[in-house]
């Protein structure tokens, strides 16, 4: 699959859905929303071209959710001497995960969030905001608290050092 330029219509139909949710552009295929004064709830969505066995060209769209500590943006972008709205220093203090990893049961790339026809961009930005809202949207708010996203921060870095934790003792 090769990635299609951000401001593919569904891409745009994406945004729109869930902004009417509640999220606002922050840039091309990115949304946000405050969940906090401390943390800000992301959400990416990146287009990808297909081909169909039988030949036909497709869009599938990949979301992923993420949360940001602004009080972590800041003192990065202070340390690294960018401006604190910085997307450089923003995304540095970025948890992120894949949206089909929340609801595993519908596999790693959902079909329903593809479409082959122009006509279906509705319904696939319609199921693809009710997915982000559904199961996003709880993720975002459950480490929406320093004690979850610095666990989450951590386990995702292996530990501030970045080497791997040493297996815990049964």
Same mark, same amino acid.
């Given at each position: 699959?090769?990635?299609?330029?951000p401001?593919?219509?569904?891409?745009?139909?994406?945004m729109?859905e869930?902004?009417a949710?509640?999220?606002h552009?922050?840039a091309?295929? *990115?949304?946000?929303m405050s969940l906090?004064?401390?943390?800000?709830g992301?959400?990416a969505?990146t287009?990808?071209a297909?081909t169909?066995?039988?030949g036909?060209?497709?869009?599938l769209?990949?979301?992923?959710?993420?949360?940001?500590d602004?009080?972590?943006?800041?003192?990065v972008?202070?340390?690294?001497?960018f401006?604190?709205?910085d997307?450089?220093?923003q995304?540095?203090s970025?948890v992120m995960?894949d949206?089909s990893?929340? *609801?595993?049961?519908?596999?790693?790339?959902?079909?329903e969030?593809?479409t082959?026809?122009?006509?279906?961009w509705?319904?696939?930005?319609?199921?693809i905001?009710?997915?982000?809202?559904?199961?996003g949207?709880?993720?975002?708010e459950?480490?929406?608290?320093?004690?979850?996203y610095?666990?989450?921060s951590m386990s995702?870095?292996?530990?501030?050092?970045?080497?791997?934790?040493p297996?815990?003792?049964?």
């Amino acid at each position: 699959m090769t990635v299609v330029e951000p401001d593919e219509p569904v891409v745009a139909l994406c945004m729109a859905e869930l902004a009417a949710r509640g999220m606002h552009r922050s840039a091309v295929g *990115i949304l946000e929303m405050s969940l906090s004064l401390r943390f800000t709830g992301w959400v990416a969505l990146t287009a990808k071209a297909f081909t169909t066995p039988a030949g036909r060209p497709g869009v599938l769209v990949a979301p992923r959710v993420g949360i940001r500590d602004e009080e972590v943006s800041r003192l990065v972008a202070k340390l690294r001497g960018f401006s604190p709205g910085d997307p450089a220093a923003q995304g540095h203090s970025l948890v992120m995960k894949d949206l089909s990893s929340l *609801i595993p049961e519908r596999g790693a790339m959902p079909p329903e969030w593809g479409t082959q026809d122009d006509a279906a961009w509705d319904d696939v930005a319609r199921r693809i905001a009710d997915d982000v809202v559904g199961a996003g949207f709880p993720y975002l708010e459950s480490k929406a608290t320093p004690e979850a996203y610095t666990r989450s921060s951590m386990s995702r870095s292996g530990g501030c050092s970045g080497r791997r934790r040493p297996p815990s003792p049964t």
